[in-house]
């Protein structure tokens, strides 16, 4: 069998971390189109459309804000995630971010592909401090991010903590949250690459089908 990943930069450190030597091919996606689920979606289905000659192509993302939504397989079946986001994938189950979920609602999650790259609360503050100056950044910042009560770092591979760790203290620092620290688990990211694809935990689209978005509310099949 024949199997390509499509996949989050967000994810790659985790990714690379569990892929055999046999690998399947990897193709990564800017992280920076989550903020774009339209844009998000049209890059994903041209990607779909190029993959040739796989059995099985495998989307290492969640619905993410509908940015799988609708997506058609090619001449292969398409599976992803049933999950809303990566922050499931990280923790290793659904079952785990739930009860993360239900512990703290109001958690912002940071790990560190999201640290790397552009995580919205870092980014902002870049930016927004360039424009009005630091005092008045965090103040603003602080304002949009009020519903949150802390930040929470997933860190799954060791290598993740100094820097990354670092980054995600100074956004709780910024937004006046509580920061948190909670290792990730690497069984679900295992089973992206080298499957079990079981119905509970993926959504398997038939060749030329469409992902269709109830398909990822709880007991769904």
Same mark, same amino acid.
């Given at each position: 069998?024949? &199997?390509?990943?499509?996949?989050? %930069?967000?994810?790659?450190?985790?990714?690379?971390?569990?892929?055999? $030597?046999?690998?399947?091919?990897? +193709?990564?996606?800017?992280?920076?189109? =989550?903020? =774009?689920?339209?844009?998000?979606?049209?890059?994903?289905?041209?990607?779909?459309?190029?993959?040739?000659?796989?059995?099985?192509?495998?989307?290492?993302?969640?619905?993410? !804000? /509908? !940015?799988?939504?609708?997506?058609?397989? !090619?001449?292969?079946?398409?599976?992803?995630?049933?999950? =809303?986001?990566?922050?499931?994938?990280?923790?290793?189950? *659904?079952?785990?971010?739930?009860?993360?979920?239900? %512990? +703290?609602?109001?958690?912002?999650?940071?790990?560190?592909?999201?640290?790397? !790259? +552009?995580?919205? $609360?870092?980014?902002?503050?870049?930016?927004?401090?360039?424009?009005?100056?630091?005092?008045?950044?965090?103040?603003?910042?602080?304002?949009?991010?009020?519903?949150? *009560?802390?930040?929470?770092?997933?860190?799954?591979?060791?290598?993740?903590? /100094?820097?990354? &760790?670092?980054?995600?203290?100074?956004?709780? *620092?910024?937004?006046?949250?509580? =920061?948190?620290?909670?290792?990730?688990?690497?069984?679900?990211?295992?089973?992206?690459?080298? /499957?079990?694809?079981?119905?509970?935990?993926?959504?398997?689209?038939?060749?030329?089908?469409?992902?269709?978005?109830?398909?990822?509310? +709880?007991?769904?099949?």
């Amino acid at each position: 069998m024949r &199997l390509k990943i499509i996949a989050c %930069e967000v994810m790659k450190e985790e990714l690379l971390a569990v892929t055999p $030597a046999n690998a399947p091919d990897l +193709e990564f996606v800017p992280q920076g189109l =989550h903020v =774009h689920p339209e844009k998000l979606n049209k890059e994903l289905q041209r990607l779909l459309r190029e993959s040739k000659g796989y059995s099985r192509v495998v989307l290492a993302f969640g619905l993410c !804000g /509908g !940015g799988a939504k609708n997506l058609q397989a !090619g001449d292969f079946i398409l599976t992803i995630p049933r999950v =809303h986001d990566c922050i499931a994938l990280l923790l290793g189950s *659904r079952k785990t971010y739930d009860e993360v979920r239900r %512990e +703290e609602p109001g958690t912002l999650y940071l790990s560190a592909g999201w640290v790397k !790259g +552009e995580a919205p $609360a870092l980014s902002e503050y870049g930016r927004t401090v360039e424009k009005y100056g630091e005092a008045k950044a965090v103040s603003l910042l602080r304002r949009i991010y009020n519903a949150y *009560r802390r930040v929470l770092f997933i860190s799954t591979l060791p290598q993740q903590s /100094g820097r990354c &760790l670092e980054r995600s203290l100074d956004a709780a *620092r910024v937004l006046g949250l509580i =920061h948190q620290e909670m290792p990730g688990d690497l069984g679900y990211v295992r089973r992206l690459v080298s /499957g079990p694809w079981d119905d509970d935990n993926f959504v398997n689209v038939p060749p030329h089908g469409f992902i269709e978005e109830f398909s990822f509310l +709880e007991g769904s099949e």
